[in-house]
């Protein structure tokens, strides 16, 4: 069964600096899809920016982009220029390209924006 | 286009009974998820629902069970509530199963159950 694990439950950034949120995970299989989802005070699910296992560049949206290192099975959030809109609950996703639309989510990590 | 939408929003529950949450995916969504949050286990898969056929099922007890409907609503329904029940149920919508397509959240149903 794949595990997905975020090793830093808290994470803080001053408003207009970069912060990096960690994302691990376990899966035997070779075709996936990744996932960062937010979730404001609101707990309304947000997809933040997804990336595909069968490509090596490296998924960008606006001042959010990832770090996606195949072999070593990491996936980290990287926003820039952080905002106090910033301030959410953020979950990495794995979704196996076998299983449907199954969503296999990390504990969370919750950033804090310091004005 | 409006988003997926989920009702009721919140729900007060005893133990023994059993609740019905409902949801609307997306327009020309067809697949259908079902998610668990709570503290202590966090977000735990339910179910999946494509074309009205149930096609992924979490490590959930039989006391949880859904249905998709031919407009593609979707409904869970919990029967013999128990305190660990209680939990925001979150539902999510996409365009096909098992493509390449992201999931929308809707804005999840808060179940408490005393």
């Known amino acids: 069964a794949q595990t997905v694990t975020q090793s830093q439950p808290e994470m803080s950034v001053q408003e207009a600096e970069t912060v990096t949120l960690s994302c691990t995970y376990d899966?035997?299989?070779?075709?996936?899809?990744l996932f960062w989802y937010k979730q404001p005070p609101s707990r309304q699910m947000i997809l933040v920016i997804r990336?595909?296992?069968?490509?090596?560049q490296n998924a960008t949206e606006n001042r959010f982009s990832v770090n996606f290192q195949k072999a070593a099975k990491s996936f980290s959030l990287k926003i820039s220029d952080s905002q106090l809109g910033d301030a959410a609950m953020y979950f990495c996703?794995?979704?196996?390209?076998?299983?449907?639309?199954?969503?296999?989510f990390g504990e969370g990590t919750q950033l804090t924006v310091n004005p | 286009k409006a988003g997926v939408t989920q009702t009721p929003r919140y729900l007060i529950k005893t133990r023994g009974q059993q609740v019905t949450l409902s949801c609307s995916p997306i327009?020309?969504?067809?697949?259908v998820s079902w998610y668990q949050q709570t503290p202590g286990q966090g977000l735990q898969f339910l179910f999946e629902?494509?074309?009205?056929?149930?096609?992924n099922k979490g490590n959930f007890p039989g006391r949880f069970s859904g249905r998709q409907f031919s407009n593609s609503r979707s409904e869970m329904n919990v029967s013999t509530l128990e305190l660990g029940d209680s939990a925001l149920y979150l539902c999510?919508?996409?365009?096909?199963?098992?493509?390449?397509?992201?999931?929308?959240f809707g804005p999840g149903t808060r179940l408490t159950v005393l």
């Open positions: 999510a919508s996409s365009l096909v199963q098992g493509s390449t397509d992201t999931q929308y």
């Open positions: 899966t035997s299989e070779s075709d996936y899809y």
């Open positions: 990336q595909e296992a069968y490509k090596q």
């Open positions: 996703a794995y979704r196996s390209a076998a299983s449907g639309s199954r969503l296999t």
């Open positions: 327009s020309g969504h067809r697949s």
């Open positions: 629902y494509f074309s009205e056929t149930q096609r």
